[in-house]
């Protein structure tokens, strides 16, 4: 197993993003705080380049490679905003890139891998897997694997949302993020950690795909026996990371899990109330909030939310918008 990585692995992200990442800026909404019964403030990474986090962990894993591994070029498997995050990293780079991607993802996902100029090969999720399909196209051509998040230059990338929230002089209780591998939720402990210690981390996901609140209640890392589909297609991992769980596994304070109707409701009123739009993924957090999950924790008082990514399909969003229409 690789290392895992350190809070100095997230500063030294920092370093190599600086100039590239969008510092994303802290929202408020009194609306929202009325809702809740708690101070919030939102980290808009749907306002990141490529709408989502991943870019900086992508960024970051494809700077730190050598000279001769960028000449050889990069494969990544993701169903979108990884996908987006290296594309966009190895064409700003000048590396070559190659990303798999399941059949069905997302066509605005897959429009933006494209436009980016990186190869995409397709495959089927029931029949096919996609890490098998990597490492035959990094044996062939000798390119470097960018797994979409149990890796220590991904994590500690990521890391970078954690460190930017706790330069902001904010004093946080708790901090709800998106769980999928885990990988955001890691590289925020590792900064929170050393920065915000006293700040509770929870960890939010599709309530089909809620293998770290399996795994968190366990106490040992869970695979999960079915994958039905979901509107959170960035979230869609059956077990959380073998090196983002030792992270997170003593980082995280509990794990809440939400439904796809959960996250259009939130999506609607995200728009109505922060101006951004969320995908359904990106939501997750903040569904969880807005469902009660820290209802019963007054001490809880200064809440931060990480809006995750902001790629969905129009009719996705769409969707959405009626369910808050009706509701007016």
């Given at each position: 197993m690789k290392s895992l990585p350190t809070f100095d692995d997230v500063k030294a992200a920092a370093a190599r993003i600086e100039g590239h990442a969008v510092k994303t800026q802290?929202?408020?909404?009194?609306?929202?705080?009325?809702?809740?019964?708690?101070?919030?403030?939102?980290?808009?990474?749907?306002?990141?380049?490529?709408?989502?986090?991943?870019?900086?962990?992508g960024f970051n894993r494809l700077s730190a490679m050598s000279v001769e591994e960028k000449k050889r070029g990069v494969v990544a498997f993701s169903s979108g905003n990884h996908a987006q995050g290296v594309?966009?990293?190895?064409?700003?780079?000048?590396?070559?890139?190659?990303?798999?991607?399941?059949?069905?993802?997302?066509?605005?996902?897959?429009?933006?891998?494209?436009?980016?100029?990186a190869e995409i090969v397709f495959y089927d999720?029931?029949?096919?897997?996609?890490?098998?399909?990597?490492?035959?196209i990094a044996a062939r051509d000798g390119r470097v694997i960018v797994p979409s998040f149990d890796d220590p230059f991904i994590?500690?990338?990521?890391?970078?949302?954690?460190?930017?929230?706790?330069?902001?002089?904010?004093e946080f209780d708790a901090l709800?993020?998106?769980?999928g591998g885990g990988g955001l939720c890691a590289g925020i402990s590792l900064a929170m950690n050393a920065l915000s210690p006293h700040t509770k981390i929870y960890g939010a996901e599709p309530e089909d795909y809620?293998?770290?609140?399996?795994?968190?209640?366990?106490?040992?890392?869970?695979?999960?026996?079915?994958t039905p589909p979901t509107l959170c297609d960035a979230l869609m991992t059956p077990?959380?990371?073998?090196?983002t769980w030792p992270i997170n596994s003593r980082s995280l304070s509990d794990v809440f899990s939400v439904s796809d109707f959960d996250c259009l409701m939130t999506m609607a009123i995200a728009k109505k109330e922060l101006g951004v739009q969320l995908e359904p993924g990106?939501?997750?957090?903040?569904?969880?909030?807005?469902?009660?999950?820290?209802?019963?924790?007054?001490?809880?008082?200064?809440?931060?939310?990480?809006?995750?990514?902001?790629n969905v399909d129009p009719k996705i969003a769409r969707r959405a918008d009626k369910l808050l229409d009706n509701r007016i």
């Open positions: 802290l929202l408020r909404s009194d609306v929202i705080d009325v809702m809740t019964g708690k101070t919030v403030w939102f980290k808009p990474e749907c306002n990141q380049k490529v709408g989502a986090f991943k870019y900086r962990g594309s966009r990293a190895a064409k700003e780079l000048g590396i070559s890139a190659i990303i798999v991607m399941p059949e069905d993802a997302p066509e605005v996902k897959v429009a933006g891998v494209k436009n980016d100029g999720r029931q029949t096919q897997s996609r890490e098998s399909i990597a490492d035959d994590i500690s990338g990521q890391g970078t949302v954690g460190l930017e929230i706790a330069q902001n002089d904010i709800i993020t998106c769980v809620n293998d770290h609140q399996q795994s968190f209640k366990s106490g040992k890392r869970e695979t999960l026996k079915t077990q959380p990371g073998e090196l990106g939501a997750v957090a903040m569904a969880a909030l807005l469902t009660g999950a820290l209802s019963d924790k007054p001490d809880l008082k200064t809440i931060c939310i990480i809006l995750s990514g902001g």
